[in-house]
């Protein structure tokens, strides 16, 4: 429980939602034969607390650190006084958080009473008096200290997405919106970020199985560094000798060894059974284009450009609640095609969507989701076009928030 402690605290700082040390470094618990933290702090009688109320053997507390503080905190306030929780629409919390619960206190009842019914809470209390200035998230684990990282991580991701897409409808329905411009102002620095330069990844065409895991295993782990997912989720397969290697479902991009099924062409193995649930998407692509890679990951700009409509438009759109698996418009960031569908292959899956998109693009956005790319001989290209696509849907977003607030 120790290292698994120790891991997933190192994670949240490695992510950049948290600084290593100081009031700012994340707390992560664990009951294992006694109550063991990563480090100490004046939080940690009323967390351990929790663990009296609720059938859990870990806990997570994050103070994000800068943007995601002044984005929480904004999204938070909002959220105590319209119905106390924040609603986001991307695919991971549309799947698996559903709403963002909020409370105004550090109160043990309050956190107990929302972490029985749903897997986060936003604390969102300024009390000198205790000391505790909010936002701060917590988010519990019953089996490892991983459910409370991977939570609190999508916590991070759904409020930054919510924010920018909220922030862009806002101005194109003419809304002012002062509090929100401050907090967009603030966060712009953030965004001006240069982003890494692309990692010196192996070349194809491989000739050896190893050399196809060993691929996979290195880009999985800088498609986490480079922070182009939500935690570590996303997918990504190879096509190598009429087999298709595709991580599984759940894995952790960052740590890929042992997390890849091998899937015959010709469906004589079972092998797929733990797969990726986009496993039928990757085989309709590469069986339509040819490609031999395929990187799936959750760039949060193209997120927030898939859901970027036109408000007019969406007051009288019959899908409005539909928009990830009905959306009727032909969109497009430049020749990026976007395109509805859901996880799986139900009858609005991606593998209805996507390959067919494919066809004429190396790269398409799924509304809410994430991004696809696809490659020829190896993952040097398929990277490349996933840090270019983000970096053109950041471009566009800021070029119209600019032209937007002139007008």
């Not at 604390?123 to 519990?140: L, R, S």
């Not at 684990?141 to 991977?150: D, I, Y």
């Not at 000798?241 to 193995?269: K, R």
């Not at 409005?320 to 899956?349: L, M, Q, Y």
């Amino acid at each position: 429980m120790e290292n698994l402690i120790k891991k997933y605290a190192g994670k949240l700082v490695e992510a950049g939602l948290a600084v290593s040390s100081g009031p700012g470094a994340p707390l992560v618990g664990g009951l294992d034969q006694t109550m063991v933290w990563n480090t100490t702090a004046p939080e940690i009688p009323l967390l351990e607390n929790i663990f009296q109320h609720l059938n859990i053997n870990s806990l997570v507390f994050l103070r994000p650190t800068f943007p995601y503080d002044r984005i929480i905190r904004f999204l938070a306030g909002r959220a105590l006084t319209d119905g106390g929780s924040i609603l986001p629409q991307d695919c991971e919390t549309r799947t698996f958080l559903h709403d963002l619960p909020v409370v105004d206190q550090f109160d043990l009842h309050a956190i107990v009473k929302t972490l029985k019914h749903r897997k986060t809470v936003i604390v969102q209390e300024n009390d000198p008096k205790t000391g505790f200035f909010g936002p701060a998230v917590i988010a519990p684990g019953t089996v490892s200290p991983e459910q409370g990282f991977v939570h609190i991580s999508s916590v991070c991701f759904a409020c930054f997405v919510a924010f920018f897409t909220n922030y862009l409808a806002g101005l194109k329905s003419g809304l002012q919106d002062p509090e929100m411009d401050q907090v967009f102002d603030q966060v712009l620095p953030f965004l001006q970020n240069k982003a890494p330069a692309c990692p010196d990844l192996m070349h194809g065409p491989f000739s050896r199985e190893q050399d196809v895991y060993a691929a996979m295993v290195q880009t999985g782990r800088e498609i986490v560094a480079h922070g182009l997912v939500d935690s570590y989720f996303g997918n990504i397969s190879c096509c190598w000798n009429n087999t298709l290697y595709i991580s599984q479902t759940g894995a952790c991009l960052d740590e890929l060894t042992g997390c890849i099924d091998p899937v015959p062409l010709d469906g004589s193995s079972t092998a797929g059974i733990t797969a990726s649930s986009e496993l039928t998407a990757h085989l309709e692509t590469i069986a339509r284009t040819g490609c031999q890679t395929i990187l799936h990951g959750h760039p949060r700009f193209c997120v927030i450009a898939s859901m970027d409509c036109d408000p007019a438009q969406k007051a009288v759109c019959a899908f409005a609640d539909r928009c990830h698996t009905h959306c009727p418009i032909t969109r497009h960031i430049d020749s990026v095609p976007i395109v509805p569908g859901e996880v799986g292959s139900g009858p609005f899956g991606l593998c209805n969507t996507l390959p067919a998109a494919c066809d004429t693009s190396d790269s398409v956005i799924v509304y809410g989701h994430g991004l696809f790319v696809t490659g020829k001989t190896d993952f040097t290209q398929a990277f490349s076009t996933l840090t270019a696509v983000e970096h053109l849907c950041k471009n566009r977003y800021l070029e119209q928030v600019q032209r937007l607030k002139q007008t």
